[in-house]
């Protein structure tokens, strides 16, 4: 869908779609071909003009990811080493 034309749409649309999928920042931008940033901007400011209840919601979802994420970049970084035959932590 293009939302190049109804940002407002776009805004509830992204906001939802990250509550109901508990999706990050990076997933959303990825299904809704925009960038991280405009994702971000979305979620974090435009969404409080719109749909202050859904703000909430969102909010709630980003505040969990936020939390979690030191621990993906960890899985994803022993993944890479992994998968390349590479040592993990000095180790064979």
Do not use: W
């Amino acid at each position: 869908m293009n939302y190049s034309n109804d940002i407002e749409t776009r805004v509830v649309d992204v906001a939802q779609y990250i509550i109901d999928n508990k999706a990050t920042v990076r997933d959303a931008a990825y299904i809704f071909g925009v960038s991280k940033s405009t994702v971000h901007n979305d979620v974090s400011e435009r969404i409080k003009n719109i749909s202050p209840a859904l703000a909430s919601e969102v909010r709630v979802v980003l505040d969990i990811n936020k939390e979690e994420r030191h621990y993906r970049g960890g899985r994803a970084t022993k993944n890479k080493r992994m998968n390349k035959g590479g040592k993990l932590n000095g180790k064979s």
